[in-house]
């Protein structure tokens, strides 16, 4: 700074103070006050003096905005508060039965309104913007909601998003999610001369959006015509936070973020059907695709006493917007077998153009729904889009089938291994019964053994597992045990160096934890927490393996039906033999011992919150369960204790008001580690 003329500096400041101010006049207000040209001269001055003095240039200058060095990949992040999905509802009764449920909850009269938050429901894709200090350091797509894929050098591209807040009013950490579209516009003119020189057009804007932001080259997203509008906050530190939705939307606003225009505070449940009529007349003119209503309790505080379900907020619903339905002819039908062995019938169509794809599959679910349909191959059937995702096929038209119309039989054995298929009483599947034995379960069934919180195999992603079933490299996950070097490399896009990582992943993951093995073999139902119950419970996997339904039903959170996919499982000689390979193979683990003392949280529910810094989330979680405590993911008065990181929110202070034990990061390590 001491070489560069004081009177540049400031010319240098000033012109980044213009140029983002001309920025949110364009892209965010859409009310531009100068003329392109002028932006452009002053564009250039700035990028003149940068070029000069280089060590102006800051990660918030409006030059930073057309990418930078192509990635070789994304890394992921870790959301600190999940990103969660939302029910959804498509009726006018379902959205009747949310406003009851929640006045049920809180013990308000039938009589009384709620204030609902309204907004439309964009067609894009969901991210994680995280600004200190007021400057944006980490942009992150949602993911699963726990994890995502950072694309910081993307989102730094699109020019209504802020790469400083507005103001000096801000929190010291705002984590703000919205959601990044394509408008109509900027689809069809990128469609147009994509035709012109030879590319292939996206199919919709979601498509497009999606497509820009996965791009590992940011000067290739700077180029696309993406925007973005928030619509919520995640992590909030350093100031009073708004107590509502409504007016949190309106600081982001004052804080240079785009706001959807047609965000609406209603009063009562009749008003957000009002809402909804309004958006939906209105949807064809706007320009850019949403595909339903969004409605939020207002409340902050009305928000944190109704809490979660699931991976779903009670305070909030999506309203969808009716399916779109187009007539095709069924051409044949197909029976696919998933992980879990469900054979689903696929049908075959004549490709249609349904709800802004071209649809050539739709699911026909099971027997019962291809009885009830009265369907046959070589129908016209109208073919709906789900909630505006999944095509399924609605009805046949009768008065079009065609003579020599197939009926369609659902087969007896797997199309794959032959083995008998079978469907359990009560349940609407039909599965096969070959377990890890049936091929086409084998490629589900080693991803999920793969997978991070499996036996966590870095490397083995979906392709490679594909590549190694089709070129008959494997037949079951005890095959990974015995993969060469040679026969790896010769697999396309395979070098010698990603060949012996991978194969050191496979040696890595022999040590494991018991309950990681039960929750790796894919069980139906049982899930890391059922797979640690089990473990806890039973201590050795020879016992598990030797359980009989009553005995697992002594197990808390096993029901009849877990209890009877265990037996199964355990009782198929295939299963077994895989198990045994396993084992054979080196895949071991320290059984649990069974006394008292061994197990001293047992009973105990434990709550994490906030960043920690010496071990995972996962490591703590792990370990706490280990000693036979419960983690739950909300606190309440049964919680036992708190584990609080830094920026612990919501939780630590339920914890204190409480007044629940709450410990740091190391007083949990120095705990453990004298149990």
Same mark, same amino acid.
């Given at each position: 700074?001491?070489?560069?003329?004081?009177?540049? @500096?400031?010319?240098?400041?000033?012109?980044?103070?213009?140029?983002?101010? @001309?920025?949110?006049?364009?892209?965010?207000?859409?009310?531009?006050?100068?003329?392109?040209?002028e932006?452009?001269?002053?564009?250039?001055?700035?990028?003149?003096?940068?070029?000069? %003095?280089?060590?102006?240039?800051?990660?918030?200058?409006?030059?930073?905005?057309?990418?930078?060095?192509?990635?070789?990949?994304?890394?992921?992040?870790?959301h600190e508060?999940?990103?969660?999905?939302?029910d959804?509802?498509? /009726?006018?009764?379902?959205?009747?039965?949310?406003?009851?449920?929640?006045?049920?909850?809180?013990?308000?009269?039938? /009589?009384q309104?709620?204030?609902?938050?309204?907004?439309?429901?964009?067609?894009?894709?969901?991210?994680?913007?995280?600004?200190?200090?007021?400057?944006?350091?980490?942009?992150?797509?949602?993911?699963?909601? /726990?994890v995502? +894929?950072?694309?910081?050098?993307?989102?730094? *591209?699109?020019?209504?998003?802020?790469?400083?807040?507005?103001?000096?009013?801000?929190?010291?950490?705002?984590?703000?999610?919205?959601?990044?579209?394509?408008?109509?516009?900027?689809?069809?003119?990128?469609?147009?001369? !994509?035709?012109?020189?030879g590319d292939?057009?996206?199919?919709?804007?979601?498509n497009?959006? !999606?497509?820009?932001?996965?791009?590992?080259?940011?000067?290739?997203?700077?180029?696309?015509?993406?925007?973005?509008? !928030?619509?919520?906050v995640g992590? %909030?530190?350093?100031?009073?936070?708004?107590?509502?939705?409504?007016?949190?939307?309106?600081? $982001?606003? *004052?804080?240079?973020?785009?706001?959807?225009? @047609?965000?609406?505070?209603?009063?009562?449940?009749?008003?957000?059907?009002?809402?909804?009529?309004?958006?939906?007349?209105?949807?064809?003119?706007?320009?850019?695709?949403i595909?339903?209503?969004? %409605?939020?309790?207002?409340?902050?505080?009305?928000q944190?006493?109704?809490?979660?379900?699931a991976?779903?907020?009670?305070?909030?619903?999506?309203?969808?917007?009716?399916?779109? +339905?187009?007539?095709?002819?069924?051409?044949?039908?197909?029976?696919?077998?998933g992980?879990?062995?469900?054979?689903?019938?696929v049908?075959?169509?004549?490709?249609v153009?349904?709800?802004?794809?071209?649809?050539?599959?739709?699911?026909?679910h099971?027997?019962?729904?291809?009885?009830?349909?009265?369907?046959?191959?070589?129908?016209?059937? &109208?073919?709906r889009?789900?909630?505006?995702?999944?095509?399924?096929?609605?009805?046949a038209?009768?008065?079009?089938?065609?003579?020599?119309?197939?009926?369609?039989?659902?087969?007896?054995?797997?199309? =794959?291994?032959?083995?008998?298929?079978?469907? *359990?009483?009560?349940?609407?599947? !039909?599965?096969?019964?070959?377990?890890l034995?049936?091929?086409?379960?084998?490629? +589900?069934?080693?991803?999920? %053994?793969?997978?991070?919180?499996?036996?966590?195999?870095?490397?083995?992603?979906?392709?490679?597992?594909?590549?190694?079933?089709? @070129?008959? $490299?494997?037949?079951?996950?005890?095959d990974?045990?015995?993969?060469?070097? +040679?026969?790896?490399?010769?697999?396309?896009?395979?070098?010698?160096?990603?060949?012996?990582?991978?194969?050191?992943? &496979?040696e890595?993951?022999?040590?494991t934890?018991?309950?990681?093995?039960?929750?790796?073999?894919?069980?139906?139902?049982?899930?890391?927490?059922?797979?640690?119950t089990?473990?806890?419970?039973?201590?050795?996997?020879?016992?598990?393996?030797a359980?009989?339904?009553?005995?697992?039903?002594?197990?808390?959170?096993?029901?009849?039906? =877990?209890?009877?996919? &265990?037996?199964?499982f355990?009782?198929?000689?295939?299963?077994?033999?895989?198990?045994?390979?396993?084992?054979?193979?080196? =895949?071991?683990?320290?059984?649990?011992?069974?006394?008292?003392?061994?197990?001293?949280?047992?009973?105990?529910?434990?709550?994490?919150? #906030?960043?920690?810094?010496?071990?995972?989330?996962?490591?703590?979680k792990?370990?706490?369960?280990?000693? #036979?405590?419960?983690?739950?993911? /909300?606190?309440s008065?049964?919680?036992?204790?708190?584990?609080?990181?830094?920026?612990?929110?919501?939780?630590?202070?339920?914890?204190?008001?409480?007044?629940?034990?709450?410990?740091?990061?190391?007083?949990?390590?120095?705990?453990?580690?004298?149990?």
């Amino acid at each position: 700074m001491l070489n560069i003329p004081e009177a540049v @500096h400031q010319r240098y400041q000033r012109l980044k103070s213009e140029l983002n101010h @001309h920025n949110h006049a364009y892209y965010v207000l859409d009310d531009p006050s100068i003329p392109d040209s002028e932006y452009d001269r002053l564009m250039r001055e700035l990028q003149d003096i940068e070029q000069q %003095y280089s060590e102006l240039r800051t990660p918030d200058s409006p030059s930073q905005r057309v990418g930078g060095v192509a990635l070789d990949s994304f890394s992921q992040v870790k959301h600190e508060v999940p990103m969660l999905s939302l029910d959804n509802a498509f /009726s006018d009764q379902e959205m009747s039965d949310f406003d009851r449920r929640i006045k049920d909850r809180i013990n308000l009269e039938s /009589s009384q309104h709620l204030a609902y938050a309204c907004e439309p429901k964009l067609d894009g894709v969901a991210v994680s913007l995280i600004y200190e200090q007021g400057l944006l350091m980490r942009g992150a797509t949602r993911g699963d909601g /726990s994890v995502g +894929e950072d694309i910081t050098a993307n989102v730094r *591209t699109i020019k209504s998003i802020p790469l400083r807040l507005r103001g000096d009013d801000f929190p010291e950490l705002l984590e703000v999610r919205g959601e990044i579209y394509m408008p109509r516009e900027g689809f069809n003119e990128f469609n147009t001369k !994509a035709r012109e020189t030879g590319d292939k057009p996206f199919v919709n804007p979601r498509n497009a959006a !999606a497509g820009s932001l996965r791009q590992l080259d940011s000067k290739i997203t700077a180029t696309r015509p993406l925007e973005m509008c !928030a619509y919520s906050v995640g992590q %909030y530190q350093g100031s009073q936070k708004p107590d509502s939705h409504f007016a949190m939307l309106r600081m $982001l606003g *004052t804080l240079g973020f785009k706001i959807n225009q @047609h965000i609406k505070q209603v009063e009562g449940i009749d008003a957000c059907e009002d809402y909804y009529q309004q958006l939906a007349s209105l949807r064809d003119q706007l320009d850019y695709d949403i595909d339903g209503i969004v %409605y939020k309790v207002n409340d902050f505080k009305l928000q944190e006493r109704l809490g979660f379900v699931a991976k779903a907020p009670r305070w909030a619903i999506a309203r969808k917007f009716p399916a779109q +339905e187009e007539m095709t002819r069924l051409l044949d039908v197909e029976f696919q077998v998933g992980r879990t062995g469900a054979v689903t019938p696929v049908a075959r169509l004549e490709p249609v153009f349904v709800g802004g794809v071209t649809v050539g599959n739709a699911t026909l679910h099971n027997a019962d729904e291809i009885n009830r349909l009265g369907v046959c191959v070589g129908d016209t059937v &109208i073919v709906r889009r789900a909630g505006d995702v999944i095509p399924q096929i609605v009805k046949a038209v009768l008065e079009k089938r065609p003579q020599g119309a197939q009926p369609i039989i659902f087969p007896e054995r797997c199309p =794959v291994c032959q083995s008998s298929v079978k469907r *359990t009483e009560g349940e609407a599947v !039909a599965r096969c019964t070959g377990g890890l034995f049936c091929g086409a379960q084998t490629k +589900e069934a080693i991803k999920h %053994y793969a997978s991070r919180k499996a036996m966590d195999i870095d490397g083995l992603g979906d392709k490679l597992v594909d590549a190694l079933v089709d @070129h008959d $490299l494997i037949y079951s996950v005890a095959d990974l045990y015995e993969l060469k070097l +040679e026969k790896l490399i010769n697999l396309e896009r395979m070098a010698q160096k990603s060949a012996e990582n991978l194969l050191n992943s &496979i040696e890595a993951s022999k040590q494991t934890t018991l309950p990681k093995f039960l929750f790796s073999l894919g069980i139906r139902e049982v899930g890391e927490a059922t797979a640690q119950t089990l473990a806890n419970n039973f201590g050795t996997l020879d016992t598990v393996i030797a359980a009989t339904a009553e005995q697992l039903l002594e197990v808390e959170d096993v029901g009849p039906i =877990v209890a009877r996919h &265990i037996v199964d499982f355990f009782r198929n000689p295939d299963n077994l033999s895989i198990v045994e390979a396993l084992r054979k193979s080196g =895949v071991q683990w320290k059984d649990i011992d069974q006394t008292a003392q061994a197990l001293p949280l047992k009973g105990q529910t434990w709550v994490l919150t #906030g960043t920690l810094e010496t071990m995972s989330r996962a490591e703590a979680k792990d370990r706490l369960q280990q000693f #036979g405590a419960k983690v739950a993911g /909300s606190v309440s008065a049964k919680t036992h204790a708190v584990v609080a990181g830094p920026s612990a929110g919501s939780k630590l202070n339920k914890a204190q008001a409480l007044d629940i034990q709450v410990l740091t990061e190391q007083s949990l390590i120095d705990f453990l580690d004298n149990l």
